[in-house]
């Protein structure tokens, strides 16, 4: 007995409970594969951007570049942008103090580093969510089709294995879908949540170590005013 027709001769509601597994499946690999092509090109354009920024380049002419050939997935560019922005736009005031200038280019490299976050977590709680409650939907499906099973052996008059058989076969597949759903997304998740912390130190030390230039240059030009 193949498992298409165990599918196609189980009752409605286990049929129902299998497509919505397919359907969480099918979504969950679909997320899976973005969230894994998104997570690797950020780390890769993270890691050229902090190239350009530690090469000795002129943060305005860094500036420039990025303002006028900007990376979507590039967070810690994001974080430069609006920090140096930020930044250029208080110091334009020649009695700015130095403090109100630092703490407005972090706040604007906060709210940055706010919407990275948002962004690299988006689709991660569903992932979390098909991992968690996949397994009980199958489980579901399988109590129904077993419940099915014994209903029907009710009505016969001898009961052995093979009038049984079938009906827990069809039950237990709902499971296993729910396992199959589950299993790579629970994989993906805690993959991908590392991934993101990873992510988000490095975008707090670049933060920290880019307010120390700002903070410098500031200053500097403060004792020298």
């Known amino acids: 007995m193949s498992i298409w027709s165990l599918i196609?001769?189980?009752?409605?509601?286990?049929?129902?409970?299998?497509?919505?597994?397919?359907?969480?499946?099918?979504?969950?690999?679909?997320?899976?594969?973005?969230?894994?092509?998104?997570?690797?090109?950020?780390?890769?354009?993270?890691?050229a951007f902090e190239d350009r920024f530690w090469s000795g380049m002129d943060l305005s002419k860094l500036f420039r570049q990025v303002t006028n050939e900007p990376d979507p997935d590039n967070g810690m560019e994001h974080l430069f942008r609006a920090g140096f922005k930020e930044f250029t736009r208080l110091r334009q005031d020649s009695n700015a103090d130095p403090d109100a200038v630092m703490e407005g280019t972090q706040r604007a490299?906060?709210?940055?580093?706010?919407?990275?976050?948002?962004?690299?977590?988006?689709?991660?709680?569903?992932?979390a969510t098909v991992g968690s409650i996949s397994p009980y939907i199958g489980l579901f499906g399988t109590v129904i089709g077993i419940m099915n099973s014994f209903r029907g052996l009710a009505n016969q008059t001898q009961a052995t294995l093979a009038t049984v058989a079938p009906g827990i076969s069809e039950a237990l597949v709902a499971t296993a879908?729910?396992?199959?759903?589950?299993i790579p997304a629970v994989v993906a998740y805690n993959k991908y949540s590392a991934k993101v912390d990873?992510?988000?130190?490095?975008?707090?030390?670049?933060?920290?170590?880019?307010?120390?230039?700002?903070?410098?240059?500031?200053?500097?030009?403060?004792?020298?005013?």
Request: glycine share 4%; proline share 1%.
């Open 8 to 47: 196609a001769g189980a009752s409605w509601i286990v049929q129902l409970v299998m497509l919505v597994l397919l359907m969480a499946s099918i979504v969950s690999w679909v997320m899976i594969l973005q969230r894994g092509f998104l997570l690797s090109n950020t780390k890769r354009s993270a890691i």
């Open 109 to 127: 490299m906060r709210v940055a580093l706010a919407r990275e976050q948002e962004r690299l977590e988006q689709n991660l709680p569903f992932l």
């Open 177 to 182: 879908m729910g396992l199959l759903a589950a």
């Open 198 to 225: 990873q992510l988000l130190n490095s975008y707090d030390t670049f933060s920290d170590e880019f307010s120390s230039i700002l903070h410098r240059k500031v200053h500097t030009r403060s004792r020298q005013g």
